[in-house]
T-cell receptor
Framework: DGGITQSPKYLFRKEGQNVTLSCEQN?????MYWYRQDPGQGLRLIYY???????QKGDIAEGYSVSREKKESFPLTVTSAQKNPTAFYLC?????????????FGPGTRLTVT | SQQGEEDPQALSIQEGENATMNCSYK?????LQWYRQNSGRGLVHLIL?????REKHSGRLRVTLDTSKKSSSLLITASRAADTASYFC??????????FGAGTRLAVHP
């Protein structure tokens, strides 16, 4: 069953703690993306990766870090430096390395930091 | 900003009616895409229309693109309660980036 998985679905953390969100895909896609969505808003790009061992900052990268050691995996760490980390986080992937192609989304992780 | 802006922000209709959502953008584009998001879920790609295309159909969906007016519309015919979702117009914002608007929240009442 092909697709993108994100875990966990809900995540709760105390302020000051780093937290890592998982994203795995078995679609053999080259490119992967992380977005943040706030209530009633569209998606904002945090980081993206076109190829293994390479990634680029998106529009709101401050306070976040990523790695791309394997083609299938693109974990996102929300660090304590992120001022407003509570949000809905979405991972996506696309074939090839053009970010303007159709993207396939995971189900999302809702992070709450108190 | 190249962000697509959807109009209206919210739309409420009865089952069986048609729903029309509009999108405007500011600069030239490679393509324009529409996505659907059910509440609290990931996004699902609906349709992609290239800049040299004027109209595209997929099932009950019809998308038009007018590059001279920098606008697009998404028509859902014979709507169903299951069409209740947010719909996002997404434009290509330069190499390797998609730019998402804030979306239109569609409610279809039985």
């Amino acid at each position: 069953d092909g697709g993108i998985t994100q875990s966990p679905k809900y995540l709760f953390r105390k302020e000051g703690q780093n937290v890592t969100l998982s994203c795995e895909q078995n679609l053999n896609h080259d490119a992967m993306y992380w977005y943040r969505q706030d209530p009633g808003q569209g998606l904002r790009l945090i980081y993206y990766s076109q190829i293994v061992n390479d990634f680029q900052k998106g529009d709101i990268a401050e306070g976040y870090s990523v790695s791309r050691e394997k083609k299938e995996s693109f974990p996102l760490t929300v660090t304590s430096a992120q001022k407003n980390p509570t949000a809905f986080y979405l991972c996506a992937s696309s074939p090839g390395n053009s970010g303007t192609a159709e993207q396939y989304f995971g189900p999302g992780t809702r992070l709450t930091v108190t | 900003s190249q962000q697509g802006e959807e109009d209206p922000q919210a739309l409420s209709i009865q089952e069986g009616e048609n729903a029309t959502m509009n999108c405007s953008y500011k600069t030239s584009i490679n393509n324009l895409q529409w996505y659907r998001q059910n509440s609290g879920r990931g996004l699902v790609h609906l349709i992609l229309i290239r800049s040299n295309e004027r109209e595209k159909h997929s099932g009950r969906l019809r998308v038009t693109l007018d590059t001279s007016k920098k606008s697009s519309s998404l028509l859902i015919t014979a709507s169903r309660a299951a069409d209740t979702a947010s719909y996002f117009c997404v434009v290509s914002g330069g190499y390797n980036k998609l730019i998402f608007g804030a979306g239109t929240r569609l409610a279809v009442h039985p």
